[in-house]
């Protein structure tokens, strides 16, 4: 009954900015970590970023470093990607992904949403 829901995603020109946001909702007991996978078409998944609920700290993929900013609000159980300075490389659909305890530590999925980087 753990759900992520996604919002933000679009179509942006090149050196844009968008915001995605996603909500844990459902019954478990606590979270571990949230963050970010991308999969642009004809690659593989990849993880943008993530941020531990214990003691905060994040991770990057080098390309997004500078560029990209997780935050979380713990109280709303809400992961968001701040992405700045857009290239067409960035182009994916981008899944939230959280590693939280409800029965067992299980890692749970958002349903994508698409982030387009296009001029």
């Known amino acids: 009954q753990v759900q992520l829901v996604e919002s933000g995603g679009g179509s942006v020109q090149p050196g844009g900015s968008l915001r995605l946001s996603c909500a844990a909702s459902?019954?478990?007991?606590?979270?571990?970590?949230m963050g970010w996978y991308r999969q642009a078409q004809g690659k593989e998944r990849e993880l943008v970023a993530d941020?531990?609920?214990?003691?905060?700290?994040?991770r990057y993929i080098d390309s997004v470093k500078g560029r990209f900013t997780i935050s979380r609000d713990n109280a709303k159980n809400t992961v968001y990607l701040q992405m700045n300075d857009l290239k067409p490389e960035d182009t994916a659909v981008y899944y939230c992904?959280?590693?939280?305890?409800?029965?067992?530590?299980?890692?749970?999925w958002g349903q994508g949403t698409q982030v387009t980087v296009s001029s």
């Open positions: 992904y959280a590693d939280m305890y409800a029965s067992a530590l299980r890692r749970f």
């Open positions: 941020i531990f609920t214990s003691g905060g700290s994040t």
């Open positions: 459902g019954s478990f007991l606590s979270i571990v970590v």
